[in-house]
């Protein structure tokens, strides 16, 4: 089990809710972005409970071995649902380029512009 610290409180929650966590949170720091996650866990006195995590740039967690004795939580789903999430994320996004109509690369690297061309020019 882990202990996530966040603002001014802890999380204890299982290992690999933990890791695909702070993953997640990672990558939308990096890419300046934010999402809210539910996360299970256990208070103090061990109750179980779901706790809403806002993630973003300006989130600052850190993770620790916890001394908790009980039950590892372990929740599939949403490591899968958090992983799925951090591939949309870090997935290479699309460039814009200028259209294929209006420049080509010559092969001494200067700009062809077909509208410019004019085969009678010699």
């Known amino acids: 089990m882990k202990r996530i610290h966040y603002s001014d409180d802890v999380i204890v929650t299982g290992d690999a809710i933990a890791e695909a966590l702070m993953d997640y949170a990672r990558e939308l720091a990096m890419s300046g972005r934010s999402d809210s996650v539910d996360v299970p866990a256990v208070d103090q006195q061990g109750a179980g409970q779901r706790i809403q995590v806002l993630l973003?740039?300006?989130?600052q967690m850190v993770t620790s071995e916890s001394l908790w004795s009980g039950p590892e939580i372990v929740d599939d789903d949403l490591v899968a649902d958090l992983r799925a999430r951090l591939g949309g994320i870090s997935a290479p996004r699309p460039r814009s380029t200028p259209e294929a109509s209006d420049v080509s690369p010559?092969?001494?690297?200067?700009?062809?512009?077909?509208?410019?061309?004019?085969?009678?020019q010699g």
Do not use: C, I, M, Q
């Open 106 to 120: 010559d092969l001494d690297g200067e700009a062809f512009r077909p509208h410019d061309f004019d085969p009678h």
């Open 56 to 59: 973003g740039p300006a989130s």
